[in-house]
Structures are given as structure tokens and as C-alpha cells.
């Protein structure tokens, strides 16, 4: 299995942007359809953004589309969340994973990241 690490999550204001990355440890990346989930306090871990392979699919939940670009460079082994535009509601958790199915399904999830938080302030 490959194994995830996230990074990139702080305290930012609304309106503001951060990028979150998740690098893998294998250089079979490519063969993984790859998320971004989030849980907030409280609340069920939600996919929010997922890719395939190649990077020519993409598929977005309405709480996210327009505001977040999921991203992937295969050759660098790297997923990115770039979020612009953060809302208070967006203060959560965010995990990567790595799945074999697109679009992702939570249920079959092969990897899971450590997570990164996110605060976004009023």
C-alpha cells in the first residue's frame, strides 16, 4: 500500500488561501485514484475533491466547487488541494487517499493520510 503524508494546513482568515499537499511513497502513485476528505468537530469524514490517474478527471462536492483545484503530478509523487476563497465552514481536518476506484468511495479507501488541520477565522 502507499503511504500518505499531508502537509500544508494552518490558520487562515476568510477569504484568505492555503495549499495543502500529500506526498507518496511510492512510485506507483500513478496507479491510484487520489481525495481529499475533510471531518469537521463532530461531523463524518466527507470526500471533497477527488482525481483520477492521470489527472484528466476530476469531480468536486458543491460545499468546495469553484473555490478548491485538486491537483497531481505523478512525476513528483504529489497531490495538492490549492483552496481559495476559505470560509469559516471549511475549518476541518483534511486527509488525502489513495483509492483503486474513481470516483472515490469512501468504503473502499486503500490509504489514508494523517491529516492536516485547517482554521479558517471570521
Known amino acids: 500500500q502507499v503511504q500518505l503524508v499531508d502537509s500544508g494546513g494552518g490558520l487562515v482568515q476568510a477569504g484568505g488561501s492555503l495549499r495543502l499537499s500529500c506526498a507518496a511513497s511510492?512510485?506507483?502513485?500513478?496507479?491510484?485514484?487520489m481525495g481529499w476528505f475533510r471531518q469537521a468537530p463532530g461531523k463524518k469524514r466527507d470526500l471533497i475533491a477527488a482525481i483520477s490517474w492521470s489527472g484528466a478527471n476530476t469531480n468536486y462536492a458543491d460545499s468546495v466547487k469553484g473555490r478548491f483545484t485538486i491537483s497531481r503530478d505523478n512525476a513528483k509523487n504529489t497531490l495538492y488541494l490549492q483552496m481559495n476563497s476559505l470560509k469559516p465552514e471549511d475549518t476541518a481536518i483534511y486527509y488525502c487517499?489513495?483509492?483503486?476506484?474513481?470516483?472515490?468511495?469512501?468504503?473502499?479507501?486503500?490509504?489514508w493520510g494523517q491529516g492536516t488541520q485547517v482554521t479558517v477565522s471570521s
Open positions: 487517499a489513495a483509492g483503486l476506484v474513481y470516483p472515490l468511495n469512501h468504503d473502499q479507501i486503500t490509504s
Open positions: 511510492r512510485h506507483t502513485f500513478s496507479s491510484y485514484v
